[in-house]
């Protein structure tokens, strides 16, 4: 089992910065693919950004250029920089891990974060 917990969302004005933190614990030692999932009201949870155990990052079109992803093997975090913000991006943010052992992908969450683009 992999245990997640986001920290980092609040309430920002357009054009402004947030850095989401995702902290992972337990059977971490074999999770393939961190992400950030974000689900807005009404609107299925959609990818973000995610960074491979080998460092490849992949972007949402939509956030491409404005948000970053990294980790800290060290302290077992993955964050989310996100600059420029719109509000659009207004959502509840999940961190993701995701395993995949023999063909089957098991995908653990957090409890999620919610982030506020509002003037």
């Known amino acids: 089992q992999v245990q997640l917990v986001e920290s980092g969302g609040g309430l920002v004005q357009p054009g402004g910065s947030l850095r989401l933190s995702c902290a992972a614990s337990?059977?971490?030692?074999?999770?393939?693919?961190m992400g950030w999932y974000r689900q807005a009201p009404g609107k299925q949870r959609e990818l973000a950004a995610s960074?491979?155990?080998?460092?490849?990052?992949n972007y949402a079109d939509s956030v491409k250029g404005r948000v970053t992803i990294s980790r800290d093997n060290a302290k077992n975090t993955v964050y989310l920089q996100m600059n420029s913000l719109k509000p659009e991006d207004t959502a509840v943010y999940y961190c993701?891990?995701?395993?995949?052992?023999?063909?089957?992908?098991?995908?653990?969450w957090g409890q999620g974060t919610q982030v506020t683009v509002s003037s």
């Open positions: 993701n891990a995701r395993k995949i052992r023999f063909g089957i992908t098991y995908d653990y």
């Open positions: 337990g059977s971490i030692f074999s999770i393939n693919v």
């Open positions: 960074i491979t155990s080998g460092g490849t990052t």
